[in-house]
């Protein structure tokens, strides 16, 4: 049977502690009764039961809503953004202009995730521009399928990433890092790098389906949320980030 003291038999402080601790990586995830016992959390086993079947991530960011939703903190501001025909009484905000919005904001680091392209290069000017003037860093991982039998896939993912920079970034100056995961280029590989999402300066964070492409900003019906949100956009850009430390994903220099 369920346990139904949850959360709220919590304190603050307690919760403050647990969350912490969960993101220094003193307790494990999943969480278990034995390893919150071991990190001093004496009598708590019955957490793991409103907690469990998120990551690490995801556990950090349930518990920074709890804190939020308690001590009066900042919730996130949420915008719904959308590409094709909408109702007239829509208050929904265009792909595109969020897009080129998010771009013109960066100061310090964008991280671009899992998109198509087809013609960047007026989405991606105010970005370059900030890039020389501020030294804003960008990191985009790119979706490359795989290679045809026999080709060589370092060979494949460098000219991918080549056209890519010839189709949309015609700057020589400024490039962004180019990653890519090593499973989707493999002949007979069945992965794809499918999420996509922009992060800028751990902030703003922009989820949704609408690829850089003509159709994907101007013609489908797309759907996205853009989050305004200081915690969520650090998640989001550490996940990737990981993704890069371990060695999980695989720097492409065209």
């Known amino acids: 049977m369920k346990d139904e003291r949850g959360l709220s038999s919590l304190g603050t402080s307690e919760i403050r502690a647990l969350r912490d601790k969960i993101a220094a990586g ?11 016992q071991m990190a001093g959390f004496s009598n708590k086993g019955w957490v793991t039961e409103y907690l469990n079947g998120f990551d690490q991530v995801g556990v950090v960011a349930a518990l920074d809503l709890v804190i939020a939703e308690r001590t009066g903190g900042p919730h996130p501001s949420l915008d ?32 671009i995730a899992g998109y198509a392209f087809d013609s960047g290069e007026e989405l991606f000017a105010s970005l370059h521009a900030n890039m020389v003037e501020h030294d804003v860093r960008v990191q985009m991982f790119l979706n490359i399928p795989r290679a045809d039998p026999g080709t ?3 060979q494949h993912a460098r000219k991918f990433v080549q056209q890519i920079q010839i189709d ?6 400024k490039l962004p890092e180019f990653y890519f995961d090593p499973r989707t280029v493999e002949p007979k590989s069945v992965e794809s790098l499918h ?9 703003l964070t922009l989820i949704g389906s609408a690829n850089f492409t003509d159709r994907g900003q101007t013609r489908n019906i797309e759907v996205g949320v853009l989050i305004d949100d200081a915690s969520f956009g650090r998640q989001v850009a550490l996940q990737w980030q990981g993704l890069v430390n371990q060695k999980l994903v695989e720097r492409c220099v065209p």
């Open 80 to 111: 719904l953004v959308w590409t094709g025909p909408e109702a007239m009484a829509s208050t929904a905000r265009d792909t595109l202009v969020v897009m080129q919005e998010m771009f013109a904001q960066a100061r310090q680091r964008v991280v």
């Open 168 to 173: 949309n970034w015609p700057w020589t100056d």
């Open 152 to 154: 060589d896939t370092v």
């Open 195 to 203: 999420a996509k999402c922009i992060v800028v300066d751990e902030r």
């Open 26 to 36: 003193g307790v494990g995830v999943p969480l278990t009764s034995a390893g919150l």
